[in-house]
């Protein structure tokens, strides 16, 4: 079954305490995304990768850093984490031949 | 830049009657349109897309969408709304040479029995 994994789906944690959730997919997608969700403001890019090795900036990466180092996984780090990175956030990959993104189920995160 | 607006946060409709959801995009090229769904705890879902071709699309659980350029507007449509598309809709759009999809705030939908 084509999937996106993301792990952990919920988490606790405190100001400045470093954080990985990962993301994983199945479908050989070369294109891989981080999104964060928040009330009233939708779905919001954080960081992009075309590739293995090619990350990029999206609309707000302040805060966040990741890796490709291989084509299904795609780390995102929050070295340290603040009250205002409280989010739901969701890894997805891109068909490109359809135009269609894949989500993870998302990551609920609480910053204390 | 890109940009979509959906200007209701909230639609309510009683089951059995017509569902619209409003989208209008901003794009410096030919845009590619989206719909997709979220249920509670859920992941995003895609319902339907926009490339080229006829202006009404039609995707996943009945529902469909009217392409209309001069208006710059994808409206998602259902016309017999059933209690279990209660969901939150959100439009993207991206330009046709860019991978970068950018979405709108998202609408919640009530569909009262």
């Known amino acids: 079954e084509a999937q996106v994994t993301q792990n952990p789906r919920y988490l606790i944690t405190v100001t400045g305490k470093k954080l990985t959730v990962t993301c994983s997919q199945n479908?050989?997608?070369?294109?891989m995304s981080w999104y964060r969700q928040d009330p009233g403001l939708g779905l919001r890019q954080i960081y992009y990768?075309?590739?293995?090795?090619?990350?990029d900036k999206g609309d707000v990466p302040e805060g966040y850093k990741v890796s490709r180092k291989e084509k299904r996984n795609f780390p995102l780090i929050l070295e340290s984490p603040s009250p205002n990175q409280t989010s739901l956030y969701f890894c997805?990959?891109?068909?490109?031949?359809?135009?269609?993104?894949?989500f993870g189920e998302g990551s609920r995160l609480t910053v204390l | 830049a890109q940009s979509v607006a959906q200007p209701e946060d909230q639609v309510n409709v009683a089951e059995g009657n017509p569902l619209t959801v409003k989208c209008t995009y901003s794009v410096s090229g030919n845009p590619y349109l989206f719909w997709y769904v979220q249920y509670p705890n859920r992941g995003l879902q895609f319902l339907l897309k926009y490339i080229t071709g006829d202006n009404l699309v039609k995707g996943s659980y009945g529902f469909e969408a009217e392409f209309n350029k001069s208006q710059t507007s994808f409206h998602l449509k259902k016309p017999s709304a059933l209690v279990s598309d209660s969901a939150l809709y959100f439009c993207a759009v991206r330009d046709l040479d860019d991978y970068k999809l950018s979405f709108g705030a998202g609408t919640t939908v009530t569909v009262r029995a």
């Open positions: 990768s075309m590739n293995v090795e090619v990350t």
């Open positions: 997805a990959s891109l068909q490109t031949n359809t135009g269609e993104l894949f």
């Open positions: 479908m050989n997608h070369e294109y």
